[in-house]
Nanobody, 126 residues
Framework: QVQLVESGGGLGRDGGSLRLSCAASERTSTNWAMAWFRQAPGKEREFVAAIRTNGGSTYYADSVKGRFTISTDRAKKTVYLQMNSLKPEDTAVYYC???????????????????WGQGTQVTVSS
């Protein structure tokens, strides 16, 4: 059972930066995918970014492409989300997720992920 713990959320400013971290309780297999999702008040949880632990292929939602970067440090069992050029619409609870053996066509779907963190709040002020 993999446990995921997010950290690094908080208050950011419009145009500023924040970095989120997600620590896994154990090292995931080389063919896993790690991802970030977010959920704003009154909205459904949505995909933000994902990374494959074998090879490091990355995937981004159009809304964050060019501003956010997902990366992983397997030795530290941690995945990061560097968020630059923050916007007020980035305000949400951000969730880390992990899954094994996911095909590319489903890597952005909530249903593809089995392990979830508790979430960390990100608030961007204008």
């Amino acid at each position: 059972q993999v446990q995921l713990v997010e950290s690094g959320g908080g208050l950011g400013r419009d145009g500023g930066s924040l970095r989120l971290s997600c620590a896994a309780s154990e090292r995931t297999s080389t063919n896993w995918a790690m991802a970030w999702f977010r959920q704003a008040p009154g909205k459904e949880r949505e995909f933000v970014a994902a990374i494959r632990t074998n090879g490091g292929s990355t995937y981004y939602a159009d809304s964050v492409k060019g501003r956010f970067t997902i990366s992983t440090d397997r030795a530290k069992k941690t995945v990061y989300l560097q968020m630059n050029s923050l916007k007020p619409e980035d305000t949400a609870v951000y969730y880390c997720a992990a899954t094994a053996t996911v095909i590319t066509s489903t890597i952005t779907r909530l249903s593809a992920y089995y392990y979830w963190g508790q979430g960390t709040q990100v608030t961007v002020s204008s």
